[in-house]
């Protein structure tokens, strides 16, 4: 779900309670935990399962959750979508599902977990250049921030010169970022007009038949029976908390905190992936290649900041 599409709710009443005080911080770190996981559970996964058959038993999943809960809604009116719309969920489910795992996929294949959550984290700077070709105004911050990001994605790749498989890697995570950044923006305007069970089934359901049917071939080769307990579980985790239960989390935590407080806790995401990364699968860290990713870090913070109005912050400070 793009960001713009999420209404930031009022804030929380002092009746509320503790979950008012400290539950939106502790549903967002649970969020940056599940997204910070998808990188780690599907690198190991490649161990045990090729990249396209875990696309198509993913979506396999997703998609059947997803049509139970356009059935479950019992509404004649979440089933259609209005004919003028059928191109754009068309472009929605292929930019967003299709092309976006695909790359994603055979991105983390190629390089490490946290050269791909890095790269990933770089939709925000793609959405402002998409925009900004649409004709939309683009802040005076948002152009700072993606020129301070790019200089640190250049020196972030330039230590890694040398090897090519990982630059492919890169490269392929930079093609998702785009792929979504784009899904982003073309979703928009289905988000004002369907309700989430209808936009989500129907772009997931256009999105995925491409990939089941360039996925079959492999599919069909894979000896599922050889899969462990442990694949299993992590394919079905795959399919429902850093979807499902992520993004209801997400939602919760930014109808109470707003969107600008709530989405920086994503810039979390790259560097929970890299230190479990380096845990995990032994990811080295040179000077140059943290120094690289703490610019690109600078510069999603500055696309993403808004400066808060003083009268606003005079009455926080006042209490009221």
């Known amino acids: 779900m793009s960001e713009e599409s999420i209404p930031a709710g009022p804030a929380p009443r002092a009746s509320d309670g503790a979950l008012a005080t400290v539950g939106p911080e502790m549903a967002q770190l649970l969020v940056v935990a599940l997204w910070s996981s998808t990188f780690i559970i599907t690198k190991a996964i490649f161990a045990e399962l090729a990249p396209l058959p875990y696309i198509f038993g993913r979506f396999a999943i997703m998609l059947a959750l997803a049509a139970a809960g356009l059935l479950l809604r019992r509404r004649g009116d979440a089933l259609r979508i209005h004919r003028a719309d059928f191109g754009r969920f068309l472009a929605v489910g292929l930019t967003g599902y299709t092309l976006y795992q695909l790359a994603f996929v055979l991105g983390l294949e190629r390089t490490s977990p946290f050269s791909s959550s890095l790269l990933v984290a770089l939709v925000p700077l793609f959405t402002v250049l998409i925009t900004s070709a649409m004709g939309e105004r683009t802040p005076p911050q948002g152009w700072l921030g993606l020129a301070v990001a790019l200089v640190g994605v250049a020196i972030f790749l330039w230590d890694k010169r040398g090897d090519e498989g990982t630059l492919v890697g890169d490269a392929l995570s930079l093609g998702a970022a785009v792929m979504f950044a784009a899904y982003g923006v073309l979703n928009r305007p289905l988000v004002r007009r369907y309700p989430p069970e209808t936009y989500s089934a129907y772009t997931i359901l256009?999105?995925?038949?491409?990939?089941?049917?360039?996925?079959?071939?492999?599919?069909?080769?894979?000896?599922?029976?050889?899969?462990?307990?442990?694949?299993?579980?992590?394919?079905?985790?795959?399919?429902?908390?850093?979807?499902?239960?992520?993004?209801?989390?997400?939602?919760?935590?930014?109808?109470?905190?707003?969107?600008?407080?709530?989405?920086?806790?994503?810039?979390?995401?790259?560097?929970?992936?890299?230190?479990?990364?380096?845990?995990?699968?032994?990811?080295?860290?040179?000077?140059?290649?943290?120094?690289?990713?703490?610019?690109?870090?600078?510069?999603?913070?500055?696309?993403?900041?808004?400066?808060?109005?003083?009268?606003?912050?005079?009455?926080?400070?006042?209490?009221?």
């Open 206 to 320: 256009f999105g995925a038949v491409p990939l089941f049917l360039l996925a079959l071939p492999d599919t069909l080769a894979t000896d599922w029976g050889a899969l462990s307990g442990a694949a299993w579980v992590a394919l079905v985790y795959m399919a429902i908390l850093p979807v499902y239960i992520a993004y209801q989390l997400w939602n919760w935590a930014i109808a109470r905190r707003g969107i600008a407080a709530a989405t920086a806790f994503s810039l979390l995401v790259p560097i929970v992936s890299g230190v479990v990364s380096a845990i995990v699968f032994g990811e080295s860290f040179g000077f140059w290649k943290v120094f690289g990713a703490a610019l690109v870090l600078l510069g999603l913070i500055v696309v993403r900041w808004r400066p808060t109005p003083i009268g606003r912050w005079g009455r926080w400070r006042e209490g009221s």
